[in-house]
């Protein structure tokens, strides 16, 4: 009891001590906009009362104004702002950091006040500006509380205000009835000074400074545009802040980097970082809206199918025409009935027709669709050619089980290196092995797709997921100004567009298979057109091809989940994997027996990929990097040059040094002799200046877009080499069908129109994201698609039109002996 006395009388001499020490607190009834001009010194306190009406249905915006106005002060002046729900305090000078610790201070702060919702219909609210300061000599300050003018923003109203880092601004909108998105788009005629946009919900404090804005909300930096999707489910409220913020340094917006402070704690002078700004708020699409996409979408490449199946049944009455024409030629009663299948004929017992004396075997007239235009030019043939069975099964024959070509290994060098070569000197191997050769190229992608989309699919779900958590959208380079948000998915039109390469791809795997069934079950009856004639018949590249389609669309999607530097490769790996394909196959029409391997091929293109990741993350203004690839592309160009030239028929060991110094000696010194494969030449000729041009591009210009300039290499190589075999086959005297050459001005016009979308730029991660939506347009299609979804349509069906090229310009050959059918 004792010692509780003594405590109570020492605890009454401190209160007693303070009291005689206290400062002077000065309290004074103040009236909104009227500037206060007063002084605080440290044995001093200024409280400002502050009262007005708050409505439960009207938000009335209070903004606090304060200009330091003495020269120099050895402590800041600290004002606190006490609400009824809230407490907001600042210093004044403000200090705001930037990079590497620089400090900006700033003399004039503007704030506005959280305004914490009422639950009644109206009552008066009180709030107290405290100014303190902890210097001894006398602080001059200017003070003004005033009401803020259009603080709630209204639907598809513009308004303007001036922000600076010191004094930010945030506005309040409240979702109407009937409207459940809104897109927020703020604007500025200047690139500089950096801002930030945020959406934040109702709630106090409220974050607008540089240096806490990113803490809640959803944000994104700002040089002359922003947009934000935003959806009601996102703000219980119904209702939400637009707040904007000037950032103290425009390195985040690309902006340059101020100079380093030459002491650590030296305080920079920001200048003028003043911002003129307009604020929009307007509908998003709606429901209505997503499904006419949707269906718009769909209605596009289901159309294909229909085409498809028309063409196939137009094609299969033509053939019922023919085949009705061939039996009622005018022929012997037993030749009739062998005709119809009555009686089991050879193929040899028939008369010759009166109008070339050809022959024509009984089942090639009943086959429906096998032999399109023709089995009715072939001269006779003996019997053991066409005796062997097709019923083994391919799984039984192996390619490493026995030479393929040990009938004629002792002259298959002399046979490559003749000066004029037909298809059947490059397809003498058995068709079975090739069959089953090239039949790895389509389950070895296949492969491959798992590997790489699923752990694909997993990266992009866990970057939409941070782009959800955080609200930082400068993590995804999207088109903001039409990204039409769907369940977790920011931007769903970008990511439905893609569904075209899925279903054409799927479509082609269609046609393929038709023509793969129709094509085995003519070699099952031994037909001779199957055997003999035309650009022989594999079908594994096709298939790989079409497999690489729907693959592009599904990592194209994936990529436009988060479209960003770190992923733009799941965009084009599948690309470069369609294009090394696509050659590949143009190869393998003249030189089935020499194409390379699929392990080969497939090793080539992953070297590629290789090289594009190790050019986006490393490539950008390394000279280094450019020199080493430029050597590389310039050496693999003339490896495969000389693969090319000689037919694989050469051999790069420590003799070649010796032997290309030979061929020079003897072929330009002793005597001047022209190449002796004039054609390959010119094509290889043209294919090293192309290649070695882009190669001093890449080194002189170095582009920051290393993967795009990789794909420019693919696809430039490929129409070169396009190019060349169409002219080659015209040259030779061949013929291109109705049908390829309306699927080639078909494809030409569609690409035509699929680039120059592409080249609209909407947006581009070689730049920082700010500068990237720059770029950013309106939806030009259904209010729902932007120039890039077009870009999408357009590529996926040109893509689906080069495969169909690919695989009928050389229909017109299926009537013609292998050995008359040239090889360039």
């Not at 650590?264 to 998003?284: C, M, Q, Y």
């Not at 209505?288 to 996409?293: I, L, T």
């Not at 091929?601 to 290789?610: G, P, R, T």
Request: proline share 3%; aromatic share 12%; hydrophobic share 45%.
């Amino acid at each position: 009891m004792l010692g509780f006395c003594r405590g109570s009388v020492r605890l009454c001499l401190v209160l007693m001590l303070a009291s005689c020490d206290a400062n002077v607190v000065i309290q004074r009834d103040a009236q909104f906009d009227v500037t206060y001009d007063d002084t605080v010194t440290s044995d001093n306190q200024t409280i400002y009362s502050y009262n007005h009406t708050v409505s439960r249905n009207k938000t009335e915006g209070v903004r606090v104004s304060v200009e330091l106005l003495s020269e120099s002060t050895q402590s800041p002046v600290l004002f606190v702002v006490r609400q009824k729900q809230a407490v907001l305090s600042f210093q004044v000078p403000l200090i705001l950091r930037g990079l590497y610790q620089r400090k900006y201070q700033y003399t004039q702060v503007g704030r506005t006040l959280c305004q914490p919702p009422t639950k009644a219909v109206s009552e008066t609210q009180f709030f107290y500006v405290d100014v303190s300061t902890l210097s001894s000599a006398g602080v001059h300050y200017q003070l003004r509380v005033s009401r803020v003018d259009s603080f709630t923003l209204q639907t598809d109203k513009k308004f303007s205000f001036n922000a600076t880092p010191s004094q930010p601004q945030f506005f309040k909108y409240v979702f109407p009835d009937g409207v459940d998105t809104v897109i927020v788009k703020v604007n500025s005629q200047k690139n500089f000074p950096c801002s930030v946009m945020s959406i934040q919900d109702i709630q106090c404090p409220v974050y607008d400074l540089d240096n806490n804005v990113a803490f809640i909300g959803m944000y994104q930096t700002m040089t002359t545009t922003a947009a934000i999707t935003v959806q009601r489910k996102d703000f219980p409220s119904n209702s939400f802040y637009v707040v904007v913020v000037v950032k103290t340094e425009d390195e985040a917006c690309g902006g340059p980097l101020r100079f380093y402070p030459l002491l650590p704690d030296e305080l920079l002078d920001a200048g003028n970082r003043s911002k003129t700004l307009d604020v929009i708020v307007s509908p998003a699409i709606n429901s209505e809206v997503y499904v006419m996409g949707m269906l718009f979408c769909l209605g596009i490449f289901l159309s294909f199918y229909l085409l498809t199946f028309l063409v196939a049944c137009l094609e299969n009455k033509r053939m019922n025409r023919k085949r009705e024409g061939l039996l009622n030629v005018d022929t012997s009663p037993a030749e009739t009935a062998s005709l119809l299948g009555k009686a089991p004929v050879s193929p040899y017992e028939y008369g010759s027709f009166a109008d070339n004396g050809s022959t024509l075997s009984s089942e090639a007239v009943t086959d429906s669709l096998a032999s399109a235009d023709g089995n009715y030019g072939y001269m006779e043939r003996s019997l053991e050619s066409v005796s062997r069975s097709r019923q083994e099964s391919l799984s039984s024959v192996e390619e490493d089980d026995y030479d393929t070509l040990a009938d004629i290994d002792s002259d298959k060098n002399i046979v490559r290196t003749k000066k004029f070569l037909c298809v059947s000197d490059l397809a003498r191997k058995d068709k079975r092995i090739l069959s089953k050769k090239y039949q790895i190229y389509f389950w070895n992608i296949a492969t491959i797709a798992v590997f790489y989309a699923l752990p694909v699919i997993q990266l992009v779900i866990t970057y939409q997921t941070v782009v959800n958590v955080t609200g930082n959208q400068d993590i995804c380079y999207y088109n903001f100004l039409c990204a039409h948000p769907l369940g977790a998915l920011s931007s769903f039109n970008n990511i439905l567009s893609n569904l075209g390469y899925v279903l054409l791809g799927l479509l082609f795997l269609l046609i393929v298979l038709q023509r793969d069934i129709l094509h085995n079950r003519a070699l099952e009856r031994n037909d001779s057109a199957a055997l003999e004639c035309g650009i022989p018949k594999h079908f594994g590249l096709y298939y790989a091809m079409g497999t690489a389609l729907m693959m592009e669309g599904l990592l194209s999607a994936c990529y436009h989940v988060c479209p960003n530097y770190t992923n733009f490769q799941f965009d084009t790996s599948f690309m470069y994997m369609i294009a090394g394909l696509c050659m590949l196959k143009l190869y393998q029409k003249r030189h089935p027996d020499i194409n390379a391997s699929a392990y080969s091929a497939y090793a080539c293109l992953a070297a590629v990929i290789f090289f594009s990741v190790l050019g986006v993350v490393f490539g950008k203004g390394n000279t280094a990097f450019w020199i080493i690839f430029s050597v590389i592309h310039i050496l693999a160009t003339m490896l495969l040059s000389t693969q090319l030239y000689y037919m694989g028929r050469w051999r790069l060991d420590s003799g070649i040094l010796r032997r290309m110094l030979y061929v020079i000696y003897t072929d330009c010194i002793r005597q001047c002799s022209g190449p002796m494969y004039i054609d390959r030449m010119v094509l290889l000729v043209m294919g090293n200046i192309v290649n070695w041009s882009l190669a001093a591009y890449g080194l002189i210009k170095r582009p920051n877009d290393f993967a795009s300039y990789l794909l420019a290499i693919a696809i430039c190589n490929l129409l070169l080499y396009f190019a060349f075999y169409i002219i080659m086959k015209l040259r030779s005297g061949e013929r291109i069908q109705c049908l390829a050459l309306v699927c080639i001005l078909f494809t030409a016009v569609v690409w035509g129109f699929a680039l120059f979308f592409f080249f609209q730029g909407l947006s581009t991660w070689q730049k920082t994201p700010a500068e990237s939506r720059e770029h950013n347009r309106e939806c030009i299609l259904l209010s729902f698609f932007d120039d890039h979804d077009i870009w999408h349509f357009l590529s996926s069906i040109a893509m689906f039109g080069s495969f169909l090229v690919l695989l009928t310009m050389d229909d017109d050959l299926d009537t013609v002996q292998r050995d008359k059918i040239y090889v360039f």
